[in-house]
């Protein structure tokens, strides 16, 4: 069975950083994702990272400010955030997809975790 944790969230002042983590379960030849939904928002793509962490894709909005990374011998996923804005606020969700590349898309992330809050106070 495939498991997702989140964790790492909480409150920040702009200007400042949280590292995310996800560690995961059951997962074999995979890609990761980072989503973040704001309240009365779509879920939107943060970042990705391809199998064995060869490649990684990033949102415009979080370009040279946040940088996701893996610790195979952890099963864990990482989510550094820095430079904070006001606009980042919002629930932090980890999801794996069955494949090699880097997504963007949330439908082709079959696995979810429960969430993660992060706020950025102005």
């Known amino acids: 069975q495939v498991q997702l944790v989140e964790s790492g969230g909480g409150l920040v002042q702009a200007g400042g950083s949280l590292r995310l983590a996800c560690a995961h379960s059951?997962?074999?030849?995979?890609?990761m994702g980072w989503f973040r939904q704001a309240p009365g928002k779509e879920r939107e793509f943060v970042a990705a990272?391809?199998?064995?962490?060869?490649?990684?894709y990033y949102a415009d909005s979080v370009k040279g400010r946040f940088t996701i990374s893996g610790d195979n011998a952890k099963n864990t996923e990482y989510l550094q955030m820095n430079s904070l804005k006001p606009e980042d606020t919002a629930v932090y969700y980890c999801?794996?997809?069955?494949?090699?590349?880097?997504?963007?898309?949330?439908?082709?992330?079959?696995?979810w975790g429960q969430g993660t809050q992060v706020t950025v106070s102005s």
């Open positions: 999801a794996a997809r069955n494949g090699l590349g880097t997504s963007t898309r949330r439908d082709e992330y079959a696995y």
């Open positions: 990272i391809s199998w064995r962490g060869g490649s990684t």
């Open positions: 059951g997962l074999r030849i995979y890609a």
